[in-house]
Structure formats: C-alpha cells, structure tokens
C-alpha cells in the first residue's frame, strides 16, 4: 500500500511541476511578443541641437538628393550642432580638410560616403532617443572608430 501513496504523491508533484513549468513558458511567450511590437516611444532631447557651431557653412539643401541620402541631408539641417559635434571616421579631416562631420553635408562629399551617412543616422537615433550631446558623442566614436590608414 504505501507504494501506492508514493505513486500517487510523485505524479502530483509532476503535474504541479508541469503546470508551473507551463505557466513560465507562456509569461516568456508574451514577454516576447509584447518587446517586439511594442512601438517606440520618441522622448524629448535633453539639450537643444543647434548653437555655435565650429563649421559655419550652410547644410546644402535635401531637395537635390533621394532618399536616403536626403534624409541624411534633413538631418545634418535639423540637429547641426549635434552633427558638427562629431568626429568624421571616413577621415576627411585629413584627406579633404573638414572640420567635423558637418562639413561633410556642405558638400556633396556626405551624399557618397556610406559612413558619413551611417554617423548621421545613428546620431539621430540617439538624439530622438534622449541622449545628451556627450552620450551621442561617445556612441559614435565607439561605433565608428577605426585606426586611420594612408590612402
């Protein structure tokens, strides 16, 4: 008889187990789905994007360019402190004598390099996120940086 006890004490235990065990697995599920489409929420910058700035010149208009690169053009106009804040890694300053990333949107210079782009974008990622002006600045050199070679 008291294996019988023991039987029926074990597949309690099981099915307590189980249940418990299902319950987590349906909290990870809806965890899940619930981070995947939660949309994102656009907070207010801590500190204005415009000031003085160390490139004077104006950001050329968008209106000449496509897609992507207009955006990064709208961009580089509507946030110029925070851009002309940041260090070029297509390494411009040496090769083409620009002050900051700014400069790069001067010209049509920003228009066909992929990381003078890829700087823009992920700075206004940043700012719209509510980074401060250090914090963008501090992403982009680790995103971007690389050891300059001779070209």
Same mark, same amino acid.
């Given at each position: 008889?008291?294996?019988?006890?023991?039987?029926?004490?074990?597949?309690?235990?099981?099915?307590?187990?189980?249940?418990?065990?299902?319950?987590?697995?349906?909290?990870?599920?809806?965890?899940?789905?619930?981070?995947?489409?939660?949309?994102?929420?656009?907070?207010? /910058?801590?500190?204005?994007?415009?000031?003085?700035?160390?490139?004077?010149? /104006?950001?050329?208009?968008?209106?000449?360019?496509?897609?992507?690169?207009?955006?990064?053009?709208?961009?580089?106009?509507?946030? /110029?402190?925070?851009?002309?804040?940041?260090?070029?890694?297509?390494?411009?300053?040496?090769? *083409?004598? *620009?002050?900051?990333?700014?400069?790069?949107?001067?010209?049509? *210079?920003?228009?066909?390099?992929?990381?003078?782009?890829?700087?823009?974008?992920?700075?206004?990622?940043?700012?719209?996120?509510?980074?401060?002006?250090?914090?963008?600045?501090?992403?982009?050199?680790?995103?971007?940086?690389? /050891?300059?070679?001779?070209?």
């Amino acid at each position: 008889m008291r294996k019988k006890k023991s039987r029926r004490k074990s597949s309690i235990g099981r099915k307590r187990l189980s249940s418990i065990a299902l319950g987590i697995l349906v909290g990870v599920i809806v965890a899940g789905v619930y981070v995947a489409v939660k949309p994102q929420v656009q907070v207010q /910058p801590v500190a204005p994007a415009t000031g003085f700035l160390i490139e004077t010149r /104006p950001v050329m208009s968008d209106e000449i360019f496509v897609g992507r690169v207009a955006r990064a053009y709208r961009i580089a106009a509507e946030i /110029p402190k925070v851009i002309d804040s940041l260090f070029c890694y297509c390494y411009c300053k040496k090769n *083409h004598q *620009h002050k900051t990333l700014l400069t790069c949107y001067t010209s049509r *210079h920003g228009s066909k390099c992929d990381i003078c782009l890829g700087e823009v974008f992920y700075a206004y990622e940043l700012y719209n996120q509510g980074k401060t002006l250090d914090e963008i600045v501090i992403a982009v050199d680790k995103k971007f940086y690389r /050891p300059y070679r001779r070209a």
